[in-house]
């Protein structure tokens, strides 16, 4: 059936059909039907009917002979696309071409021509195909418009000035904030120079060799703030703050710059005043990236800097007026009494600093962790606070990095699997408790005691083998710098673990300081292999092919390595299966990464969620060129299935019939 693709999308499109011929009317309601369910076919024998059922019912398209008694398919083109002024797909269906015929509906606005002939199912599926395409670009048409109605409602009320610039720096668009806060109307803006007509002259050159000149020429990144002065229609000087960035067209060549830039005169002409404290300020909390707060206890009133409102994601003049009720209203409720317990002593005497630590409301709903720190610097006669300054220090990651510590080492401690690391000299630094129970079990240490283990070397504890075995192991790690995994069957008992190693690195330096090494017993997961190899004989007969793969470590889309490939892949890729089995994805087809489909398949296994790759062409010096039409599943113990089929001759044909669409063009 044709058109899957379309069908995924779901939705019915209404046809209307009009030719005096009824055959050829019976004749397509049931091929268009049988091409693609989706097209609901209305037909009519007369242009004056069809313009009726028009008055009554909206159509997705509409498809005409031309030849036909009384008035034929143009003059019925030309009254919908001039009378009626309506843009619906039409496409002349006629069995007597001639392109006189097919240049003049050109003209009028004809979305196709074709011709009739050939086989039904062959005229039917060309026409099905074509009435499927018209309506999906007037989809995407209307789409289009709507969002660009969408961009320019919010040009109009954002609050920020937004202009746009061409290479010749005249203004092609400006919104009504920037016109309102420039005084002019729009059509007094657009097409004249944006530095001679609205920046002072005194700036101008700097402004161009420092931020227009190297964006334009791509020398400096998009997104960098610059601040300067614009001339309003009366005179006056506004300070703009300004974000830019280049219009590129569809070559990606920059054809223009778009500013959008906030009006923040009053802000400098405050800072302007506040300068000189700033500076001394800025001296003491420069090494300690602290916002500054100043609160008078008796009133209320409350002086911070920009520093404390970025804490919380504002600007600063966003949450004027402030006073101590700003800084209430966004801590977190449950802190606020051991807040006033700790302002208290400090009143009291009974501490040298107020010395709190707690959580404040960011802009974007967050909270964020903030110390605290203040201290009475002013008290009246009779002994009370009157003025009391402090600082504000983000210590978010480190509340974050603390509480991540935590639910790890309890995870890692009440873990099934066993869990241990080892520094460089082999020397164990830590071991969970399932680790201990093991080596207990194994009778290699004498009591639970974790002394028995940790800080002896692994070669006092293990057999030479072992140690052996683990020196190899680590080395890979430390010369890839990666982890490795590994999995073996116990030979006392039938069991199977697998381990993976992983190198612990200095936050700083990037060092390898050792190894975690975490041992999973994977017995059951090879138990569901070897009833999986049971089934192989089934897979290798059915005629699509079939790959398994596992994610060894889920957050590492290099760690797929195939566990099962079907016979018939063989036959697609020129490859035999003993070769790729047990390999990773990428040393088998390492093509596929730059195409994603490693990374698609690592998310299928960790969403448990089936994914339609489409259609994939690949090829390599081993693998023969081909198409195959690929679909992604998720299957238990982290593993994905993918199934693919070979449509490499669909495609073939696919491409002949666009050269013949192109070579009709050509001749017509």
């Known amino acids: 059936m044709a058109f899957d693709s379309y069908v995924l999308g779901g939705g019915q499109m209404k046809v209307l ?54 008035t034929d398919g143009l003059e019925f083109l030309e009254t919908v696309r001039e009378e009626r002024n309506s843009d619906v797909p039409f496409i002349i269906f006629t069995g007597k071409g001639r392109e006189e015929v097919a240049m003049e509906a050109l003209n009028l606005g004809v979305d196709r021509y074709l011709e009739k002939g050939g086989s039904l199912k062959s005229q039917y599926g060309v026409l099905a195909d074509a009435i499927v395409q018209e309506v999906e670009r007037g989809k995407a048409e209307r789409r289009l418009k709507k969002a660009k109605d969408r961009a320019q409602k919010y040009l109009n009320i954002a609050d920020v000035i937004i202009v746009a610039q061409d290479r010749n720096q005249e203004v092609i668009e400006i919104n009504e904030r920037g016109c309102e806060i420039l005084g002019y109307d729009k059509d007094e803006i657009i097409g004249k120079n944006w530095y001679e007509n609205f920046m002072p002259e005194r700036v101008r050159k700097d402004v161009l060799k420092g931020a227009t000149k190297p964006l334009m020429n791509g020398r400096v990144e998009e ?141 974007d709903g967050q909270w964020v962790w903030v110390q605290d720190r203040g201290k009475v610097v002013e008290w009246d006669d009779e002994g009370n606070p009157v003025r009391m300054t402090g600082t504000h220090v983000d210590i978010t990651e480190r509340k974050r990095r603390e509480e991540n510590l935590k639910r790890y080492k ?52 293990h057999l030479d083998e072992e140690t052996d075995a683990l020196k190899d192991n680590v080395g890979r790690v430390l010369e890839k710098g990666k982890p490795v995994t590994e999995e073996y069957e116990f030979n006392t008992v039938d069991r199977w673990s697998s381990r993976t190693y992983s190198p612990v690195k200095d936050r700083e330096s990037g060092e390898i300081e050792g190894i975690i090494i975490v041992s999973e017993d994977i017995t059951e997961r090879k138990e569901r292999e070897r009833e999986l190899q049971t089934y192989a004989d089934v897979f290798d007969n059915v005629p699509v092919g079939l790959h398994i793969y596992r994610l060894e470590r889920p957050d590492d889309d290099s760690s797929l390595r195939m566990i099962y490939a079907n016979k018939i892949t063989e036959t ?97």
């Open 223 to 363: 997104g960098k703030r610059y601040e300067n002065p614009i001339v309003t229609k009366d005179g006056e000087e506004r300070i703009i703050s300004w974000k830019n960035s280049v219009i590129r067209d569809d070559d990606g060549e920059t054809i223009g710059i778009l500013s959008s830039g906030r009006d923040i005169t009053e802000r400098k002409k405050a800072e302007e005043k506040l300068k000189e404290s700033e500076e001394r300020l800025d001296l003491a909390l420069e090494g300690t990236k602290a916002g500054l707060w100043d609160w008078n206890v008796q009133t209320g009133e409350t002086v911070f800097d920009e520093r404390w409102a970025e804490i919380v994601g504002y600007e600063l003049e966003e949450l004027e007026p402030v006073s101590i009720e700003t800084w209430k209203e966004l801590a977190h409720p449950e802190d606020l009494e051991r807040s006033d317990e700790l302002l208290e002593k400090h009143f009291d005497g009974e501490t040298d600093f107020y010395e709190f630590e707690g959580r404040m409301k960011h802009k």
């Open 17 to 70: 059909l009009v030719d005096d011929e009824t055959s050829i009317l019976d004749q397509g309601k049931i091929f268009l039907k049988k091409e693609d369910d989706r097209l609901d076919v209305e037909t009519t024998s007369s242009v004056e009917k069809a313009l009726e059922m028009l008055n009554n019912s909206k159509y997705d398209v509409i498809v005409s002979d031309y030849q036909m008694p009384e």
């Open 410 to 461: 309890k995870a890692v401690q009440s873990s099934d699997n066993s869990i241990y690391m080892i520094d460089k000299d082999y020397r164990y630094v830590f071991a969970n408790d399932e680790h201990i129970s093991r080596l207990l079990d194994d009778g290699k240490i004498p009591s639970r005691n974790k002394d028995e283990v940790v800080g002896r070397k692994y070669a006092e504890i």
């Open 572 to 668: 697609y890729t020129s490859i035999p299966v003993e070769e790729v089995v047990s390999k990773t994805l990428d040393e088998s087809f390492p093509g596929l990464r730059e195409m994603g489909i490693p990374q698609a398949y690592a998310e299928v296994a960790r969403t448990g969620k089936a994914k339609e790759l489409g259609d994939v062409h690949y090829g390599d010096e081993k693998v023969p060129d081909r198409w195959f039409n690929v679909r992604a599943f998720p299957l238990p113990d982290n593993c994905v299935g993918a199934s693919f089929t070979d449509i490499t001759e669909r495609k073939k044909a696919e491409e002949e019939l666009e050269e013949a669409r192109d070579d009709y063009r050509v001749r017509r």
